[in-house]
């Protein structure tokens, strides 16, 4: 199996920053990509931003210009920078990546668990 570990939420005021980062273990064999995605109070699953192994990034546009994804591939990690954050940025914020187990042979999308971010105005 492979896990994914998120940290680094919590409560910050509007225009403050937050930095998560998830770590992902187990059965690996390769990952192919790694992101964030949201979900906020009544809405459905929305991306925030994704890397490639190549160093390739994609946010939404909503988030351009104030979050910034990075990751350390030797340590199977994934890290999103969060600045000028508003109210609207406020959800639970899962960690993905798509990945190769060796046990299995085969790649599949894995999840985290979800860590809340909450930003007060």
């Known amino acids: 199996q492979v896990q994914l570990v998120e940290s680094g939420g919590g409560l910050v005021q509007a225009g403050g920053s937050l930095r998560l980062s998830c770590a992902a273990s187990?059965?690996?064999?390769?990952?192919?990509?790694m992101g964030w995605y949201r979900q906020a109070p009544g809405k459905q699953r929305e991306l925030a931003a994704t890397?490639?192994?190549?160093?390739?990034?994609n946010y939404a546009d909503s988030v351009k210009g104030r979050f910034t994804i990075s990751r350390n591939s030797a340590k199977n990690t994934v890290y999103l920078l969060m600045n000028s954050l508003t109210p609207e940025d406020t959800a639970v914020y899962y960690c993905?990546?798509?990945?190769?187990?060796?046990?299995?042979?085969?790649?599949?999308?894995?999840w985290g668990q979800g860590t809340q971010v909450t930003v007060s105005s």
């Open positions: 993905h990546t798509h990945a190769t187990n060796y046990r299995l042979g085969a790649s599949y999308n894995y």
């Open positions: 890397i490639t192994t190549g160093g390739s990034t």
């Open positions: 187990g059965s690996i064999f390769s990952i192919n990509t």
